[in-house]
């Protein structure tokens, strides 16, 4: 079956007859824009769907929509917030499936990654609705007597939520399903690039949302302009923008967002490493570098993109990445045999080409792959290199997989090489000495938002905080406390006594 066909077959299957559509209020009404853009096959470069591009006018009905719908849903209890999330996370188990094959047609990834993303969906919604009998405040000890200081966590207000491309589901659902059981309304901006998949959970939750008073929390802007994206960053109405996409469209949203005092969290790009010591088990690190480097076709922000490999490890560890290389079938993502699916679009074979040629032209060798594949579709062949840090090519993030290989002599030169690059997503350590372990978790070891030992630097659980440091953006989303970015901290101090002590004993006696 046609990919084509496929995407029609799921959209029926979804209850979705149309698909030309740019905008929703998120009480079953749709706008449909002023035109439309193409929402593309990276598989076979033709066209999956027309897709309406949201007009000014929309945009002013969605926000409409979301801060009238928070006016309300900041009163209903967090549990029960938590159950809308409940009944959304059981629709998604139902249809994980289509929806799974949905993401695979719409941004090119294996069906098994498209699946694992509504996985990801269901944990954190799972998560969240736990979440909702838990938003807890301090209380403090008052320096004065009869006195009772503590904090409270209250709504915040409609949030924006600006996605990337390579996560079109499970990135919204992070920020959305904890908005929401904090009481927020949610306003998505997704990638033009992925709208196919935003249509219809939007449409998977607007039914929902009707069952549960709760029409209006989640409403949906889809545009292919930047504009889209940079007014919902210029909003004084919208308290808090989550953005995810590339560091250079994240510093423009954080200043402008800071530019009116409104607040930002931002997951901008990853340029992470593996370090491979030598005392590391080859049998673990191996499949973990590979997984790493050409999972998602090295468009995870989480991408292992550079190597850094003791130099009594390196030649074997070389040979036998090369190898494995070699027997990583690229193809069709829907096809079960494919482990390696299209790049995005044209714009990234070219930004492959262009990192594999300056590379090269640096004096960088190439082990495998390097070329496009000539093929209907965006396929590169995985791509290993030797390089050197210090390198443009390898300081920056190009969303495809190329792996750039280093060695080093000893343990504290790997560490900064790990941390000499603008970006600070994620990174791991293949090591059995201890030593080594505890270093690279120290204050002196990866300056990373995530550091692993033993473990690849992508597939992060949803339990624990995601994020990163420096151009990365500092912001932290999915588990842990990471629910306090989508809520107001109060002070509270109330005095139940019958006098006015002031604090630090200040005396202001009026006589
Ligand atoms: P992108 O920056 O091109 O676009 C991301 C989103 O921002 C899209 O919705 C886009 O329409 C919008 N946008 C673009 N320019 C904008 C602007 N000036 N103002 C406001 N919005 C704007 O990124 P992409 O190609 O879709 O995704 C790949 C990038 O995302 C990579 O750099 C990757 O590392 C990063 N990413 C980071 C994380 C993370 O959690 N750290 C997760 C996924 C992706």
């Not at 299209?342 to 930004?351: F, H, K, M, S």
Request: overall charge negative; some cysteine; charged content about 20%.
């Amino acid at each position: 079956m046609s990919h084509e066909a496929l995407a029609e077959a799921v959209l029926s299957r979804l209850n979705l007859n149309e698909v030309n559509l740019a905008a929703a209020t998120g009480d079953g009404r749709w706008l449909r824009g002023s035109a439309s853009f193409v929402d593309e096959d990276p598989a076979s470069a033709k066209p999956l769907a027309r897709i309406g591009r949201g007009t000014a006018h929309d945009y002013e009905a969605v926000v409409a929509a979301a801060e009238h719908a928070f006016k309300r849903w900041r009163e209903i209890p967090a549990p029960q917030r938590g159950l809308f999330v409940r009944d959304v996370c059981e629709e998604l188990r139902r249809q994980k499936d289509d929806l799974g094959t949905l993401v695979s047609l719409d941004v090119g990834k294996i069906k098994a990654e498209g699946d694992g993303e509504i996985q990801e969906m269901i944990d954190i919604a799972d998560f969240a609705v736990g979440l909702s009998r838990q938003l807890y405040g301090l209380t403090l000890a008052s320096e004065r007597p009869q006195h009772r200081l503590m904090e409270q966590w209250h709504p915040l207000g409609p949030v924006g939520v600006v996605t990337a491309f390579n996560f079109p589901a499970a990135v919204w659902a992070w920020n959305a399903f904890i908005a929401a059981v904090c009481g927020d309304a949610v306003i998505w901006k997704p990638s033009p690039k992925a709208a196919l998949t935003a249509i219809a959970l939007q449409h998977i939750v607007d039914r929902i949302a009707a069952r549960h008073n709760a029409e209006g929390v989640f409403t949906l802007f889809i545009s292919d302009e930047a504009a889209a994206g940079a007014r919902l960053a210029a909003d004084p109405r919208v308290p808090l923008v989550s953005f995810t996409g590339s560091s250079s469209a994240g510093r423009q949203v954080s200043q402008t967002v800071a530019g009116r005092f409104g607040r930002c969290l931002l997951e901008c790009s990853g340029n992470n490493a593996v370090i491979v010591d030598e005392t590391a088990d080859l049998d673990l690190a191996l499949p973990a570098i590979v997984f790493g480097a050409v999972g998602t076709a090295g468009q995870r922000c989480t991408t292992t993109r550079r190597l850094i490999v003791h130099e009594s490890r390196f030649e074997v560890l070389a040979e036998r990445l090369a190898g494995a290389y070699k027997q990583i079938r690229i193809g069709d993502p829907l096809d079960p045999a494919t482990l390696v699916g299209p790049l995005i679009d044209q714009r990234a074979v070219e930004a492959f080409n262009t990192a594999v040629a300056e590379t090269r032209a640096l004096g960088g060798q190439v082990l495998t792959g390097g070329m496009r594949i000539p093929h209907a579709g965006h396929f590169v062949a995985p791509t290993l290199m030797r390089a050197d840090n210090a390198w443009p090519s390898v300081q920056r993030e190009t969303f495809a997989p190329i792996l750039y290989l280093m060695r080093y002599r000893d343990f504290d030169e790997a560490l900064a090489l790990n941390n000499a690059v603008r970006q600070g997503l994620s990174s791991s350590l293949f090591t059995l000495d201890m030593r080594h372990a505890e270093r690279f978790l120290s204050a002196v070891g990866s300056d990373c938002g995530i550091a692993n030992v033993n473990v690849g630097t992508s597939g992060a659980e949803i339990g624990g905080a995601f994020g990163g440091e420096k151009e990365t953006g500092g912001g932290r989303e999915a588990g842990s406390d990471a629910w306090k970015n989508y809520m107001r901290r109060q002070t509270n101090t109330v005095n139940w006594g019958t006098g006015l002590p002031l604090a630090q004993g200040i005396r202001f006696g009026l006589h």
